[in-house]
Nanobody, 128 residues
Framework: QVQLAESGGGSVQPGGSLRLSCTGS????????MGWFRQAPGKEREQLAH???????TYADSVKGRFTISQDSAKKILYLQMNSLKREDTAMYYC??????????????????????WGQGTQVTVSS
């Protein structure tokens, strides 16, 4: 059973930084891809950052240049370094993963790919 668990959320002032972690279990290898999402009250879920098995990363325009996705595949930990946080970054943040059975995902834009497994989320609040 694949499980993902986020940690590292909290409250921070505008301009501050946080690093989120997502620890995975229940799977072997590093095929496929992982991503970070967020959802604010009353808004749709948004994928922020994506990393695939080749190490290629993709970011949403809303976080490009401020957030960085990285992973330690050996430890099964996915990170999201968030800098220059803004009030509008306040949301519940989720990590997600997908282990594809074929290579069709390669032909889908990164931020539009489907995901199978989700964590429970960690809250990030940016306020003064």
């Amino acid at each position: 059973q694949v499980q993902l668990a986020e940690s590292g959320g909290g409250s921070v002032q505008p301009g501050g930084s946080l690093r989120l972690s997502c620890t995975g279990s229940g799977y072997t290898g590093s095929k496929g891809y992982m991503g970070w999402f967020r959802q604010a009250p009353g808004k749709e879920r948004e994928q922020l950052a994506h990393v695939d098995q080749f190490g290629a990363t993709t970011y949403a325009d809303s976080v490009k240049g401020r957030f960085t996705i990285s992973q330690d595949s050996a430890k099964k930990i996915l990170y999201l370094q968030m800098n220059s946080l803004k009030r509008e970054d306040t949301a519940m943040y989720y990590c997600a993963s997908h282990f594809p059975r074929d290579r069709s995902w390669l032909f889908t834009p990164a931020l539009k790919r489907e995901f199978d497994y989700w964590g429970q989320g960690t809250q990030v609040t940016v306020s003064s």
